[in-house]
């Protein structure tokens, strides 16, 4: 699936099974919650942190997947496309940081 695909995908389920899109700031509020569940099966299965009975049916998959999902509803309220955005943004960061990570002595 493209990022187009999914942009696209994303606005079908919304219009015919969510009725309409969250207003934007609430999509970023679901954004920011969505990335603390990532969070969460990150600290419990790769940090210190123990895992709580409840965190069992976590799936890393599935709260990368809604975060994605969500990405894709906010690009599409504020008419961005997400392939342009992400092509954009390689671009920049490989003029940026061409040497950065190379010179970086941690990285060694």
Known sequence: MTLLELQ????EWIRTYGVRYFSPLTN????TEEVGEVARVMARRYGE?????????AELSDELADVVWVVAAIANQCDIDLTAA???N???KT????LRHRNNPKLT
């Not at 942190?49 to 049916?57: G, I, V």
């Open 8 to 11: 696209h995908t994303v606005d």
């Open 86 to 88: 992400i092509e954009r």
């Open 90 to 92: 390689i671009a920049k």
């Open 95 to 98: 003029e940026r940081d061409a």
């Open 28 to 31: 970023m509020a679901i954004l």
């Open 49 to 57: 942190q123990s895992a709580k009975a409840s965190d069992a049916q």
